[in-house]
């Protein structure tokens, strides 16, 4: 991990978010970010909510009343449904992680804290849980990390208060309707991430032929954003230092204990210098 933000950090990554996915790691995600001036999300993944049981939800509960005054704390995160992994799409799974999902989401409610969402085939599903569990509770706030869904989905969470992540997916000329969506929707919608080590830009991915010819698949990593980010500027037609500060600028709106921690590395106000931040790294 020190190597790994180093390089960030020399690639003009000023701030990552580590997001817990499992009661066993928030002690690990808490110290990390305490150990290299970052931050962190505390939540329970839907790909381990299978090992998960109510006491972890009493767990998450309990770690977030801990830490309650502490700046780097930022949201409750990752949680969200997954309906890509064939095991979760089927009894009893998918009942249980849309359980999870929905305790999350009162506990971030409770704790005043925004979200950082799995979205995986499952935005309207997504959807309706902020719905009914924010009902008359004012809008929400945080990520849709890694979105791949349609323009009215994306419209449909930007208007629930979400900002949009994008990442080394839409870099790919194949992802039309990814591309479109980074290209036409509002600036102040999208967030970079890289969710590394997964999710490589096109520049790190091997093909299959290329793996059976014994080199290795490319990991992500935050030192990967400002190249990510650059792509995306390209794509907008705008310069890769207005990609950097709406970047700053959006995800700040969407976790807003950021604001307190990027003021004294960017210098006040920090929305008007160029940088990256990466509210997905390893």
């Known amino acids: ?109 409770k704790h005043g804290l925004p979200v950082i969402l799995h979205v995986r085939r499952s935005a309207d599903q997504l959807l309706q849980g902020l719905r009914e569990v924010g009902a008359g509770a004012g809008p929400w706030q945080g990520i849709a990390h890694a979105f791949n869904g349609s323009s009215e989905q994306a419209q449909r969470l930007v208007d629930a208060g979400l900002k949009l992540g994008f990442g080394g997916a839409f870099t790919y000329e194949r992802a039309l309707q990814l591309r479109r969506l980074a290209t036409e929707l509002p600036l102040d919608a999208l967030v970079l991430e890289t969710d590394s080590p997964d999710m490589p830009p096109h520049w790190l991915y091997a093909t299959a032929a290329a793996r059976a010819g014994g080199l290795p698949q490319g990991r992500n990593s935050p030192q990967q954003l400002p190249r990510i980010g650059a792509a995306l500027a390209d794509l907008r037609g705008i310069a890769p230092e207005a990609m950097a500060q709406a970047n700053a600028r959006n995800a700040v709106a969407a976790l807003p204990r950021l604001g307190q921690l990027l003021a004294p590395l960017l210098g006040a106000p920090y929305t008007d210098r160029p940088s990256f931040f990466d509210p997905n790294p390893p």
Do not use: K, W
């Open 1 to 109: 991990m020190a190597q790994v933000r180093a390089s960030a950090a020399q690639a003009g990554v000023v701030h990552c978010v580590l997001p817990a996915v499992a009661v066993a790691n928030f002690e690990a995600v808490r110290n990390l970010a305490h150990a290299h001036g970052d931050s962190y999300a505390l939540g329970i993944h839907p790909l381990y909510v299978a090992q998960a049981g109510e006491h972890d939800l009493d767990a998450l509960d309990e770690a977030l009343t801990a830490q309650r005054d502490d700046p780097r704390l930022l949201a409750v995160g990752e949680i969200g449904l997954d309906y890509l992994v064939p095991a979760l799409c089927q009894s009893p799974l998918r009942e249980r992680q849309m359980h999870f999902y929905r305790a999350q989401l009162r506990l971030a409610r």
